[in-house]
C-alpha cells in the first residue's frame, strides 16, 4: 500500500516536469519571470514537500515537519509580490501542482477508483492549504507594511514648530482620529512645557474635514493647553469648514479663531506686548542714493 | 497631621503642593487657605501644582472650590504649573476648571496677578472718575 506522499517522493522528477509546462502555459505576466527561476522555485517547492519526511501527512499542515515548506512558501509570495505579481499569480503557481499530482495519481490508481478518488480528494485538500498559505504570507506582509507605515505617519504628523520665543504652532495635516489626536494633544502640551510658551497656534489648514468629533478632539487640546496656562488661537479655517461648523451647530465661542496663520501670530506677538513694523525703506533708498551722487 | 504651608508675600499667598493630594489634605488645604485670605485680606492666591502627577475628580472639584471661594472673598487665585498628563486627565474628566486662571510658571503667575489687580485699582479709580462727573 502506497500513499501519496511515498508516490512524490518516488516519482518527484515527472512531477515536476509535469508542473512546469503546465506553469509555462498559463503563467499570465512571463515578462517577470525567466524559466530558469520558475524551474527553481518549483522545484525548491517540491523538494520541501519531499523533505517533510515519511511520517508527515497530508491532512495535517499545522505539524512541524512542514515548518520548512511553509518559510519556502512564505518566501516566494514576498519575492513574487515584490516582482509585481498578485496574489492570485502566486496562487495560481501553487495550484497548478494539483495537475501534476492528479496524474501520478491516476498512473498508480488508475484501475481502483475508490482508492483514486480518496487521494485525488487527499491531494485537492493538500494543494488547496498550500495556495491559501501563500495567500496568507501576502496578506500578512501587506499588513506589517502598512502598520509600519502608519506608526511612521503618526510620529512625522505632529511637528511642533516655534515661530518665536514663547510662541508655538502646530500645523496639522490630514484627517484627526482619536489615535492621532492624543499624539497631537501630547505633543502639544509637552513642546508647551519645554518651550515655555504662552501662546499655541493650532493651524487646521490641512485639515480636509472638520466633523462633530474631531472640533470635539481640538477644543479638548484647547481647554487642556488652557488649563496648563497657554493661550491657544484656532487658525487656517477654510471658508468650507467655517460653514460645515455652523452648520454642525458647534460652539467655538471659547476660542480664539483666526482665518490665516499670519493672523494669529500678529496676535500672539501682540498679545505678548511685541509689535511688527516695517523699517522706513524710503529712507535708506534716499541715503544710498545720496550716496551715489556723492560718488 | 500633614498640612500644605500657605506662605505669604505682600498681597499675596503662596501655596506649593509638593506631595501627592489625598481627599483629607485637599480639604484641610481648602480650610486654612481661606481662613488666611479671610486674615490677611490677600489680593491674589497662587497655586503652584508642577509637582501633581496624580489628579482625580475630587481634587479637580477642590481646586474649583477653592478658586470661587477666594473670589467671595476678594482674592482672585492663578493656578501654575499644570503638567501635560494632569491637564489631560481633567479634561477627559470633563472638568475644564472654566473660572480659573492658568499660567505656565510661578513667575508668569505672579506677573498675572499684578496686572489682574492693577486692572482692577484702574477699575475703581474709573468709577471714583465717572461718580466725579
Known amino acids: ?295 | 497631621m500633614e498640612r500644605i504651608p500657605i506662605l505669604r508675600m505682600g498681597n499675596f499667598l503662596l501655596v506649593t503642593i509638593q506631595v501627592d493630594m489625598h481627599d483629607q489634605l485637599a480639604l484641610t488645604l481648602q480650610d486654612d487657605l481661606t481662613n488666611r485670605i479671610a486674615e490677611v485680606g490677600a489680593k491674589g492666591v497662587l497655586i503652584d501644582i508642577s509637582s501633581l502627577e496624580i489628579v482625580d475628580s475630587f481634587i479637580g472639584r477642590t481646586l474649583a472650590n477653592i478658586a470661587s471661594m477666594a473670589r467671595v472673598l476678594d482674592a482672585e487665585t492663578v493656578v501654575v504649573g499644570m503638567q501635560p498628563a494632569v491637564a489631560i486627565t481633567l479634561v477627559e474628566l470633563g472638568m475644564p476648571l472654566p473660572g480659573i486662571r492658568t499660567a505656565l510658571n510661578v513667575e508668569s503667575g505672579m506677573d498675572h496677578l499684578r496686572e489682574i489687580l492693577t486692572s482692577h485699582e484702574e477699575n475703581y479709580d474709573y468709577d471714583g472718575d465717572s461718580t466725579e462727573d
Open chain 1, 1 to 295: 500500500m502506497k500513499d501519496l506522499l511515498s508516490l512524490i517522493q518516488k516519482n518527484h522528477e515527472s512531477i515536476l516536469q509535469d508542473w512546469l509546462r503546465d506553469l509555462k502555459a498559463r503563467i499570465t505576466r512571463s515578462d517577470l519571470i525567466n524559466d530558469r527561476e520558475l524551474t527553481a522555485q518549483a522545484s525548491e517547492v517540491l523538494s520541501a514537500i519531499r523533505g517533510a519526511g515519511g511520517n508527515s501527512s497530508l491532512e495535517n499542515f499545522d505539524a512541524a515537519e512542514w515548518q520548512p515548506l511553509k518559510d519556502v512558501l512564505g518566501n516566494l509570495s514576498a519575492s513574487w509580490a515584490t516582482q509585481g505579481f498578485t496574489p492570485s499569480d502566486t496562487a495560481r503557481f501553487v495550484l497548478s501542482l494539483k495537475i501534476a499530482l492528479f496524474d501520478v495519481a491516476r498512473k498508480q490508481w488508475g484501475n481502483n477508483s475508490e482508492e483514486l478518488f480518496a487521494e485525488v480528494f487527499r491531494a485537492n485538500e493538500f494543494v488547496d492549504k498550500l495556495a491559501l498559505f501563500t495567500t496568507d504570507s501576502y496578506i500578512y506582509g501587506r499588513d506589517q507594511i502598512i502598520n509600519r507605515q502608519q506608526e511612521e505617519m503618526l510620529e512625522l504628523s505632529t511637528p511642533v514648530v516655534t515661530l518665536w520665543d514663547g510662541i508655538i504652532a502646530l500645523p496639522l495635516i490630514g484627517t484627526l482620529d482619536s489615535a492621532r489626536t492624543q499624539v497631537v494633544m501630547e505633543s502639544l502640551l509637552q513642546a508647551i512645557v519645554q518651550t515655555n510658551s504662552r501662546f499655541a497656534i493650532i493651524d487646521i489648514t490641512g485639515v480636509p474635514t472638520v466633523d462633530t468629533l474631531v472640533a470635539q478632539h481640538l477644543l479638548k487640546t484647547i481647554t487642556a493647553a488652557r488649563l496648563m496656562g497657554a493661550e491657544c488661537i484656532l487658525s487656517g479655517i477654510r471658508p468650507q469648514i467655517a460653514q460645515t461648523i455652523v452648520h454642525l451647530g458647534i460652539n467655538l465661542e471659547d476660542v480664539i479663531t483666526k482665518a490665516k496663520l499670519s493672523d494669529a501670530l500678529w496676535l500672539a506677538l501682540e498679545r505678548s506686548g511685541r509689535k511688527v513694523v516695517r523699517v522706513n525703506t524710503a529712507k535708506s533708498n534716499g541715503t544710498s542714493a545720496a550716496e551715489q551722487r556723492g560718488e
